[in-house]
């Protein structure tokens, strides 16, 4: 189950659930601990989301890392807004072949146009695999 600000936009908790965060969340396996504008959580399987090699997918990372960052700032943003991802990148640290990451997304700016946060991605064992820094421009829907 999902934790929500008690003063989220009903409207945007009516879409998350409705959607599961996107149709590409959904086939990841990605699943919502804890959002927030300040700090989200979710977890993603390994299985399903490998490279030719067996190790999880330095694009599933980011994928993980952006719906964190997205939702967030949509959090942020408010209603009647939308964030819109402007740039995003990643540093890779470690791999991880079996089991489940975590996503921990972290604010580092939170503003009236931008918002930009940072998601560290970590194994079962809580080390660190990858750091992925997002901002999102915020603009009316």
């Given at each position: 189950?999902?934790?929500?600000?008690?003063?989220?936009?009903?409207?945007l908790?009516?879409?998350?659930?409705?959607?599961?965060?996107?149709?590409?969340?959904?086939?990841?396996?990605?699943?919502?601990?804890?959002?927030?504008?300040?700090?989200?959580?979710?977890?993603?399987?390994?299985?399903?989301n490998?490279?030719?090699?067996?190790?999880?997918?330095?694009?599933?990372?980011?994928?993980?890392?952006?719906?964190?960052?997205?939702?967030?700032?949509?959090i942020?943003?408010?209603?009647?807004?939308?964030?819109?991802?402007?740039?995003?990148?990643?540093s890779?640290?470690?791999?991880?072949s079996?089991?489940?990451?975590?996503g921990?997304?972290?604010?580092?700016?939170?503003g009236?146009?931008?918002?930009?946060?940072?998601?560290v991605?970590?194994d079962?064992?809580?080390?660190?695999l990858?750091?992925?820094?997002?901002?999102?421009?915020?603009?009316?829907?």
């Amino acid at each position: 189950m999902t934790t929500f600000p008690a003063d989220l936009d009903p409207e945007l908790i009516e879409r998350l659930v409705a959607s599961g965060g996107g149709e590409l969340t959904r086939k990841m396996g990605i699943e919502f601990v804890e959002l927030s504008a300040e700090r989200s959580v979710a977890t993603m399987p390994v299985v399903g989301n490998t490279q030719v090699v067996g190790i999880l997918h330095g694009g599933a990372h980011v994928v993980l890392g952006e719906s964190l960052g997205s939702i967030s700032a949509a959090i942020h943003a408010g209603p009647g807004r939308i964030a819109v991802g402007i740039e995003i990148n990643a540093s890779h640290s470690r791999s991880v072949s079996s089991g489940l990451v975590t996503g921990t997304c972290t604010a580092l700016s939170l503003g009236r146009t931008l918002a930009t946060h940072e998601i560290v991605i970590r194994d079962e064992e809580g080390r660190r695999l990858s750091t992925v820094r997002m901002t999102n421009f915020l603009r009316e829907a």
